[in-house]
């Protein structure tokens, strides 16, 4: 929220044993969603005005009370479209506000990242995939998610090419298409190697490419490598058809996951058109499986009278 005693357009600050304001009260508006009274302020420096809510983040927002209810309804299976008309918006708002949304609660998740009650010493690493668009455009998702505690650390999207029996199709269709995840998969590694203890087991499947991007990006950690196995249903991959999973936290944080963001329902026809909105979208999942279904559950109450767990805006 602006200071009275500061213009955000030329930042020029009142001194406190100036006599002369640089910055006077000039007027008032009422919100138009609630009434609330909103006081004016002009910048006698720069000639320009500015309020008690310029520059904060839902500066210029007509419906900012949507917010809260938008991220819940976007991480329970809710449809853009359907969280449109279920909030009385237009479809184009809600497209906006999943990009504002995600750029909000990337930096929560890094705070919470960074001030986590320990460093992380036993993880789960593996891939999962979706498409965008169709599925002769096929996107990896590296995933990084705690043992214990089933808690997501840190996740990307990147692109891959096509395979099995897709693959000549999406040559012919969409010609080749960029593999970034060697890349993808090392940001992930990095992003956990700022939380990483100094003997920290990373347990992974038996992907060839993983040994050399663990030791590279956390050299101290020690890497243990299981045998992948069959799904128990066709269509959900993540649940295995075995009696002990020992990749479990992973497998069924991504089946949770698939359960609850509907553009990565395994038959839906909500299909993400972009790589960086689906992003945005698993960015907002994120903080919601972290802050809330880990959550104890004694604790727990509706998503409406959770005021430690609502964005602050």
């Not at 499947?205 to 950690?221: E, F, G, R, S, V």
């Not at 990565?264 to 919601?288: A, N, Q």
Request: glycine residues 4%.
């Amino acid at each position: 929220m602006t200071h009275r005693n500061t213009c955000p357009h030329c930042q020029n600050t009142t001194d406190a044993g100036n006599s002369t304001r640089h910055c006077i009260r000039k007027g008032w508006y009422r919100r138009k969603f609630d009434g609330r009274r909103i006081q004016r302020f002009f910048c006698r420096s720069c000639n320009k005005t500015f309020s008690t809510l310029t520059q904060t983040p839902t500066w210029r927002q007509q419906k900012p009370f949507i917010n809260n209810k938008l991220a819940f309804k976007l991480c329970s299976g809710t449809s853009q479209r359907r969280a449109a008309r279920e909030l009385g918006v237009d479809p184009k708002t809600i497209a906006r506000r999943l990009v504002f949304l995600g750029q909000v609660v990337r930096k929560v998740n890094e705070r919470h990242l960074m001030k986590r009650y320990g460093l992380v010493t036993d993880v789960r690493f593996d891939d999962m995939e979706s498409s965008i668009h169709t599925k002769l455009k096929p996107v990896s998702i590296p995933l990084v998610v705690e043992h214990h505690s089933r808690e997501i650390i840190a996740l990307q999207v990147c692109s891959m090419p096509a395979k099995g029996h897709l693959a000549k199709k999406s040559l012919k269709k969409y010609g080749p298409r960029k593999d970034e995840r060697p890349i993808a998969r090392r940001q992930v590694l990095d992003t956990l190697a700022k939380v990483a203890a100094p003997k920290i087991v990373v347990k992974t499947d038996q992907c060839p490419q993983y040994p050399a991007l663990i030791k590279a990006a956390i050299p101290q950690a020690e890497h243990v490598t299981v045998k992948g196995r069959r799904g128990c249903v066709v269509g959900q991959g993540e649940l295995k058809k075995i009696g002990f999973d020992p990749l479990f936290s992973l497998n069924h944080t991504a089946a949770s996951i698939r359960a609850n963001v509907n553009r990565l329902f395994r038959r839906t026809w909500c299909t993400s058109k972009r790589g960086d909105r689906l992003k945005d979208h698993l960015d907002i999942y994120i903080w919601f499986h972290n802050h809330y279904l880990l959550a104890n559950p004694a604790k727990r109450k509706p998503p409406s009278c959770i005021p430690t767990l609502r964005l602050r805006f």
